[in-house]
């Protein structure tokens, strides 16, 4: 037990005015003993408080699914959505903007997933925290300019309508409900939050979304415009503006998705170029074991149909078609004589017998600010099947016949750290083990937190929620980050 001594006057002094008195009143009365705990608690309470009032949370989402088109092909996590609460799988995508999910009246929708998942069907009208969005809404408004959303002029109902670069399409309209998700303060506080955020309902769909073998319940948007759930979290102090991916390439996929930023000392970074609907960054030259493929920059320039696109969305790579041919030609070059081509379904392809993948060169996609982007083999080749005692090796680079954009999707991405940070507009990337703990930072527009529990300067705190364990560890007194176990992919908070 101790007890408080408070001075009960200050005196200020001031060389343009008279000394002034301010009476201090006691927190606590002079009589009164006070338990150490009181006074934690006391200022637990005060830093709460200040944490409510800025955007220093980090929001964890499961990822399961994986890269091997044998059993999947995509990445997805689980969102809760509505009251009671209901679980959804979507596919976890950087190249579009909207959370949507099927809805009970949907046409088209699947009704099993060979992905071995439960699919759900959202119901407004067994939610009671639901609510429809109107054209009225501010928000419709803001997803018209971005071309995210219409209107109705029957209904008044804010409405969607989609169609996705494989011929799939899907439509519906916009609802507003809860999202429940684990969040982390720099506290160390971890609690089960929700937040209001608008999302597409669902109603019809067409091409691939509608077969069972890889079905899921929608897709999550992760794109930068207002309707995307980042931009709404972020607007509302709940979360930063900054989202991490680390996508595990092997069989047994998984990996990590956080509203926040991975921190690790080999990311390099690119600026987004400004104004674009998606994520592109200035692709400037492709290397091939150091050298320089000749191919004219000015293909890989953004402009209204030409870009470099990163898009978790897609299972491949694209490259711009001017720039295919020289491409495979360096690559074709770069490998031994002993390594036989062959073509399958107009692939380049090649067989490999027993000198395994380290006969093939190492590619490099040199970006803006001096950033390149590292290529091992299993980041551009893809194993088709077998001939003989040998294994056939596919380039799993693809071109879009008439068009000259380049599309980087989860080949590319997959066995490494991606940071979208959208408050400095740029886009970070370093290899990395994804089955590894990461270091994660709450991070605001103005930089990072420096808020600090001043009475734990030092140490850790281990919390479990369902099968992950998060370790929390403060390092000094101006950083802080939170470390982050993931015990098991594929079991979800």
């Keep these: 037990m101790i007890t408080v001594a408070i001075l009960f006057a200050v005196t200020l002094l001031s060389a343009a005015a008279s000394p002034v008195t301010l009476t201090l009143e006691r927190a606590f009365p002079s009589n009164h003993g006070v338990e150490l705990n009181e006074l934690k608690a006391l200022d637990s309470f005060r830093h709460r408080s200040r944490f409510l009032q800025s955007t220093n949370y980090v929001v964890d989402f499961p990822v399961k699914g994986s890269f091997d088109t044998t059993k999947a092909g995509l990445y997805f996590t689980k969102v809760n959505l509505g009251t009671p ?17 099927s809805c009970a009246s949907c046409n088209g929708c699947p009704q099993t ?22 054209c009225s809404d501010q928000r419709c408004k803001n997803g018209v300019q971005s071309s995210d959303s219409s209107c ?42 929700s937040a209001h955020v608008v999302f597409g309902c669902s109603n019809q769909q067409t091409g691939d979304l509608t077969k069972s073998d890889r079905a899921i319940d929608g897709i999550f948007g992760f794109g930068q415009q207002g309707m995307s759930v980042i931009s709404q979290l972020s607007s509302q102090g709940i979360a930063p503006r900054v989202f991490s991916h680390c996508l595990k390439g092997d069989s047994s996929g998984g990996g990590l998705l956080v ?76 490998i031994p004589q002993s390594v036989h081509t062959v073509l399958s379904t107009g692939n380049q392809c090649y067989l490999i017998t027993t000198s395994g993948l380290d006969v093939f060169p190492q590619v490099s996609l040199n970006f803006a600010g001096g ?28 071109k879009i016949v008439g068009q000259d954009v380049t599309i980087l999707g989860d080949l590319v ?48 705190t281990s919390l479990r929620v369902g099968s992950h364990e998060l370790s929390i560890k403060r390092r000094g007194v101006f950083a802080l980050f939170m470390h982050i176990t993931l015990i098991c992919c594929f079991v979800f908070l």
């Design 152 to 193: 109705s002029g029957q209904n008044n109902q804010c409405t969607y309508v989609f169609q996705y670069g494989d011929g799939s399409g899907t439509s519906g309209y916009y609802v507003s409900d809860l999202m429940h998700f684990a969040s982390i303060s720099e506290e160390s506080l971890l609690s089960n939050s």
């Design 259 to 334: 509203l926040g930023e991975i921190v690790e000392p080999n990311i390099v970074y690119s600026p987004l170029v400004p104004s674009q609907p998606h994520y592109n960054l200035n692709l400037l030259s492709i290397s091939v074991n150091g050298q320089i493929v000749p191919i004219d920059s000015a293909i890989f320039a953004t402009s209204n149909n030409r870009g470099t696109i990163i898009d978790s969305g897609t299972t491949l790579a694209y490259i711009a078609e001017e720039a295919y041919t020289p491409f495979i030609n360096a690559l074709t070059a770069a």
């Design 371 to 398: 950033a390149s982007l590292v290529l091992g083999q299993q980041d551009y080749l893809i194993k088709q099947n077998y001939i003989g005692d040998g294994s056939v090796w596919c380039i799993g680079f693809q």
């Design 413 to 460: 991405l997959k066995d490494k750290i991606f940071v979208y940070d959208l408050a400095s507009q740029r886009i970070g990337w370093a290899n990395y083990d994804c089955s590894w703990s990461v270091n994660v930072s709450a991070s605001t527009g103005k930089g990072r937190s420096e808020f600090v529990n001043t009475g734990e300067l030092s140490g850790s």
């Design 113 to 134: 997933s060979g992905l071995q998942i439960q699919l759900n069907y959202f119901d407004p009208r067994s939610s009671s925290t639901s609510s429809l969005i109107s």
């Design 85 to 101: 609460p209901r679980e959804f799988y979507v596919q976890i995508d950087t190249g579009s903007d909207v959370l949507w999910v």
